[in-house]
């Protein structure tokens, strides 16, 4: 068998072809291919060179808009951890955390004695890109006094996620007048914004005024026969829920404190 060494092949115009040369081959222009069969592996820096699958297993191609690299597949897509807040504090990134989903409920309103009662704080939501940021400040409202017949309930506190979601404090009973109920909260900051449940007014009989619902549900319990339910069980009520009122002039709830919550996903 005869072997024909050559260097180079080029086309008609001497400008487009192959050089060969210690066992490899160099396209000069475009080289278009209509089948190709391979039977050995693929290899250089080319970014359309798929990378070596060895040691690969169970992930996926991935690609930066420049080059191609093999992905981890995760388990599930929910939040790695969740932190929540009952007080003022500051928020410290754990580590890996990149994104956080963040919901602030302020502190209910007061509730008073003779049914009327206290309005919820607002509710907002964010959701924030933390990758370079490690650590956000955290107030948390606490709930406003519940106060005897005919008297102001105290307000609620105004919870906040620094500079990304602030929640004001639903009214106490009697704020605007006496023997009238109380507004909710106003959202003040966040992508989210829900105010405060209102509350209700005076009525007949006594002691039966629930205090205004919070995105977390609703108020402590309220007696016609039964003293002090609604600051007995006040602890029962939804965070951000506002103050019941008393039974025929007793001391109404106070209002349930506010409550931070931040979802951490990597």
Not at 35 to 61: A, C, D, E, H
Not at 63 to 73: A, L
Request: with cysteine; glycine share 22%; charged share 10%.
């Amino acid at each position: 068998m005869s072997t024909l060494k050559v260097s180079a092949i080029r086309d008609l115009s001497g400008s487009g072809g192959l050089d060969l040369s210690s066992g490899s081959i160099t396209v000069n222009g475009t080289l278009t291919v209509s089948n190709i069969n391979i039977n050995g592996t693929i290899s250089g820096s080319s970014s359309q060179v798929i990378p070596s699958v060895s040691g690969q297993s169970g992930k996926f191609l991935t690609t930066n808009g420049s080059s191609m690299s093999w992905g981890q597949i995760e388990a599930g897509g929910g939040p790695k951890s969740i932190s929540v807040y009952n007080s003022n504090s500051t928020w410290n990134k754990p580590s890996g955390i990149k994104r956080i989903w963040v919901k602030c409920t302020a502190g209910g309103g007061g509730g008073s004695g003779y049914g009327e009662s206290g309005a919820a704080g607002a509710h907002t939501e964010s959701i924030v890109n933390v990758e370079n940021i490690n650590s956000i400040s955290v107030s948390v409202g606490g709930g406003g006094g519940g106060t005897n017949y005919s008297g102001r309930g105290g307000n609620g506190g105004t919870s906040s996620f620094g500079n990304y979601c602030s929640s004001g404090g639903g009214q106490g009973a009697n704020r605007n007048q006496q023997h009238e109920g109380a507004l909710g909260g106003n959202p003040n900051q966040g992508s989210v914004r829900i105010y405060g449940g209102s509350s209700q007014a005076h009525r007949n009989p006594p002691g039966l005024g629930h205090g205004g619902h919070s995105f977390w549900g609703g108020s402590s319990p309220t007696t016609h026969r039964r003293q002090q339910w609604a600051q007995r069980y006040r602890s029962h009520a939804a965070y951000g829920a506002g103050g019941s009122s008393g039974r025929n002039g007793e001391r109404g709830g106070d209002g349930r404190q506010g409550i931070v919550v931040v979802y951490e996903f990597d």
